[in-house]
């Protein structure tokens, strides 16, 4: 391949490059002009220790109820000389939107 060849692909994706930055840039000006705003996304939590006979069945019903599995860990305890064992989940879904001003994050 010459220089020739080799500098007229540059150019060409130069330009290619240059024209899909001016739409997005374009597009998304005309989404701010029209009004469209993103909002931040406002989760509700809570958490959940289902014993393993329990889990199969609690998973679902979690599931049904729009909660994804945020972080889970099987923890152990002793009562009485027994070991029982759970899953502890922290679990979120989609929040209402709120009515008022939001708290800061700290």
Same mark, same amino acid.
């Given at each position: 391949?010459?220089?020739?060849?080799?500098?007229?692909?540059?150019?060409?994706?130069?330009?290619?490059?240059?024209?899909?930055?001016?739409?997005?840039? !374009?597009?998304?000006?005309?989404?701010?002009? =029209?009004?469209?705003?993103? =909002?931040? =996304?406002?989760?509700? &939590?809570?958490?959940? $220790?289902?014993?393993? $006979?329990?889990?199969?069945?609690?998973?679902? !019903?979690?599931?049904?109820?729009?909660?994804?599995?945020?972080? $889970?860990?099987?923890?152990?305890?002793?009562?009485?000389?027994?070991?029982?064992?759970? &899953?502890?989940?922290?679990?979120?879904? *989609?929040?209402?939107? *709120?009515?008022?001003?939001?708290?800061?994050?700290?």
């Amino acid at each position: 391949m010459n220089d020739d060849t080799q500098l007229a692909k540059l150019i060409m994706t130069s330009r290619l490059i240059l024209f899909v930055a001016v739409v997005l840039l !374009a597009v998304q000006s005309w989404q701010v002009l =029209q009004g469209h705003t993103t =909002q931040r =996304q406002l989760w509700e &939590y809570t958490i959940e $220790a289902p014993t393993d $006979a329990a889990l199969p069945k609690r998973l679902t !019903a979690i599931g049904l109820n729009g909660w994804e599995i945020v972080s $889970a860990r099987r923890a152990t305890s002793e009562v009485n000389g027994e070991t029982i064992a759970a &899953y502890e989940m922290i679990l979120r879904r *989609p929040a209402a939107k *709120p009515t008022g001003e939001l708290p800061p994050i700290p």
